[in-house]
Structures are given as C-alpha cells and as structure tokens.
C-alpha cells in the first residue's frame, strides 16, 4: 500500500511552541492525539518526528521536522525519498500571512509566498508540486515586524477561533487522505470559523 506523508511546519524547542509559525505542529499533534499515535525521533540529521500509521484505510506517516523552519525541506525530502512518496502524496501544513485568521486553504502546488520552510522544501525537493494546507494567521497589526508576529502567540480572542480552524483542519486532512486535493480544496476552501 502506498502512503501519504503529512507534514506540519514549525520550529524545535519550548519558546517557540504556541506560536503563530508553529501551527503546522500543532495540528499534527492534534491529530496525532486523536489517533493515539506516538512519535518517534530521527536522530540523525536532518531531524525529525514520525508516526507511522493505518488512518482512514490508507497508510499514513505523520512527520514534524524538528530542524529550524529554514531547513525543513532535509526531513520532508528524506522520508519522502526512502518511503517513495510523490510530490503529489505529500501535505505540508503550514502557517500563512496571506490567508485571514479563522479559515484555511489547500493549494494543490505553488510558490513559497516568503515562508521560509515551504522555500526549504521547494529547494530540497527540486519541485513547486506538492499539495499545502494553509493556515491563516493574517498579517500583523501596523507597526509589528512580521518575524516579531509570527514568534508570537495567539491572543485571548484569537486562540478559540485557531483552535478551532485546527480541529477544522484535521478534518481536512482526513478528505485529503481520503479522497485527494481536489475534494479537499471543493470541501473546506471559502469555509470560516467565526469566533465565539
């Protein structure tokens, strides 16, 4: 049986753990505790987490690269290389200024829009084509830097809503497992969370 990789995008280490750039961990891990799944470490660089495991009748390997965000493309384009996995079967989640907090999109493929860890997998894969699941996080108030954005937490009233796009977004992948990009994109692209 063919498998599915999924990756989730963010930086290794406490202080960066809830932050804006780290969504892409934490709907992995999200989704990881509601299929009691465990991780294991790779740890030979490139470093990285994994979970190997049967979801929705399809083999499907969880991974959380734990090198900085600017090297992610080393885990992703190993474990896609030693398990055979086409572009085409990898989701890279991520966190993205262009997409407003409270919704999420899938793009079958594309550029790297200036996030640093989609850029590494783009040049360790040597290709644009590979599936993504964009978690809005918005653009910055006026006057913020966005390195200084992005490094930060969700606020009192924003966490609800994230929490909220992150259990959306597992069930986004769960269509994409199932069924592929296009009814992924067809299902849950235009949706929005509203806050409570």
Not at 14 to 29: A, E, K, L, W
Request: a positive charge; charged letters at 25%; aromatic letters at 8%.
């Amino acid at each position: 049986m063919k498998r599915i990789l999924v990756a989730g995008l963010g930086n290794p280490g406490r202080r960066y753990q809830d932050t804006r750039h780290n969504v892409g961990f934490s709907v992995i891990d999200l989704l990881a505790r509601q299929a009691c799944l465990t991780f294991r470490e790779e740890r030979v660089p490139p470093r990285y987490l994994i979970a190997d495991a049967h979801l929705w009748e399809k083999r499907v390997l969880l991974l959380k690269p734990i090198e900085y965000m600017n090297r992610s493309g080393g885990p992703i384009s190993r474990v896609a290389s030693y398990y055979r996995i086409l572009p085409e079967a990898i989701l890279v989640v991520h966190d993205d200024l262009d997409v407003p907090l409270g919704r999420m999109k899938f793009a079958r493929s594309g550029g790297h829009g200036g996030h640093n860890g989609v850029r590494s997998i783009i040049e360790s894969m040597g290709t644009r084509s590979f599936p993504r699941l964009k978690f809005g996080i918005g653009r910055p108030p006026r006057g913020m830097p966005t390195e200084r954005y992005v490094l930060s937490g969700f606020s009192s009233d924003e966490g609800p809503v994230a929490k909220k796009v992150m259990e959306l977004a597992v069930k986004g992948i769960e269509e994409f497992v199932r069924k592929g990009i296009d009814s992924a994109m067809n299902k849950f692209n235009g949706l929005e969370v509203a806050s409570s």
